[in-house]
DNA sequence: TCCTATTGTCACAACTCGGACACAACCGCC
DNA sequence: GGCGGTTGTGTCCGAGTTGTGACAATAGGA
């Protein structure tokens, strides 16, 4: 299930929002102000993040700042400050949409999915290309260079997983989590083996698949 | 450049839309209506589609639905139908955004750019830079001098150490207990050799570097 | 039930990395 | 200017990391 963290420091408000997004399948986190909010993106990792701008201690630029250090999470601005001025800042700082206050949760809900589906790469076609790799995650079925490749099932979610993580160095450990389960007790040299079998299978994309040094794997566009 | 596509029928607004979008850096080509811009599409890869919905022929919610059989690119619908009803049935169709006339030209450019960037996956997050150098955080590349430059794993550690404490001087002892760790049983001198394969790398950039006589190193911005 | 595809593990080969060392160059103090 | 201490530089080799081929266990379909 999608999981948002809600940083909002009005109560009726937090809880609205809540109800109405886990009544349509979101999972949804809460936090009273920014410092709260970073604590808990620290132990978890959510799909999107919605963001009130006017919070006491830590306020939503500041947080939003923070957040883009080092992380890509969809953020979305909540507020009642709906000035050109504050809206222009908040893109600036690395947001992706922006709702003044008062707005219809039905629009807040699919702006956010919409958000999520395509911070995962897709838009509703549910296709997903990067170089000269295609993937179609309705089907399951992939392309490379111009003709299809027939990839196992672990292969295909392992390379879903650096599509969607596309450009980013992703762990061993990582990829041991998202693509085989948090459960999996095995080796993470398993990784390198399945690594192997989906450049062979690639072909000449293959060479997309990076190796980082020390850290884990990298899909690159060329 | 960055490449989008304006559907529009009302000629005024195209013109100053794709003028204002040249000055800052996004080509935007013209549609009329929405036949002309799956004709467009199909000769060309754009980065953003920008539709208006009310239109002759084919209207905005028609192409929105077209485009998506086959492709994720980004679509932002641009309208004067601001109900929520309207809204809804674009994301239902698969659309990033939506904005409402009249707008902010400022605005509607913050907005192209945020999809773009979002659709990249490769936005401004993890982003570090001063100087010549540039380091990305999430992907541990690092730019120097407007090129890719290879670090070894600790040379990017090293320089990340750097980066982050810019400006101020680093002893070894310091640097020895943030980048090789509390517990490294070896030598100063590690540092010295590290530094000067780093500077290596940098090339130019790597003056960016000082060497602080009986104290330590310093990252300076030129 | 058998057959096949899949996948983790292992052992070994190939490779990268980085600290140590020795020596040269440099700095600053007297 | 000389001297002691500090830093830059070139090279080497072992340790650790990743690629590769083979194999056995397992799951899933016919």
């Not at 978890?44 to 201690?57: E, F, G, Q």
């Not at 997903?128 to 295909?156: D, F, M, Q």
């Not at 993470?188 to 040094?213: E, H, M, Y």
């Amino acid at each position: 299930m999608e999981h948002v963290l809600l940083v909002e420091d009005e109560p009726r408000l937090r809880s609205i929002v809540r109800d109405y997004f886990s009544a349509h399948g979101l999972e949804c986190d809460l936090a009273r102000d920014g410092e709260e909010a970073l604590d808990l993106m620290r132990d978890h990792d959510y799909d999107a993040i919605l963001l009130d701008i006017l919070m006491p201690h830590l306020d939503g630029f500041g947080v939003c700042r923070a957040v883009r250090e080092n992380s890509a999470v969809p953020i979305l601005f909540l507020t009642a400050l709906g000035g050109e001025e504050d809206m222009l800042r908040g893109y600036a700082l690395g947001c992706d949409d922006y709702v003044t206050k008062p707005f219809s949760l039905a629009v807040l809900l699919a702006k956010t999915q919409a958000l999520i589906r395509r911070s995962r790469g897709t838009g509703e076609a549910g296709l997903l290309s990067w170089g000269a790799i295609g993937l179609n995650t309705r089907s399951r079925l992939c392309r490379a260079g111009g003709r299809e490749v027939k990839l196992s099932p672990r292969e295909y979610d392992l390379l879903l997983c650096l599509m969607r993580n596309r450009g980013q160095v992703l762990t061993r450990e990582q990829l041991l989590d998202k693509v085989w389960g948090l459960d999996f007790e095995g080796d993470d040299r398993a990784v390198d083996t399945r690594i192997r079998s989906l450049r062979a299978a690639l072909g000449d994309a293959g060479k997309q698949i990076k190796t980082v040094f020390k850290t884990g794997y990298r899909l690159e566009e060329v």
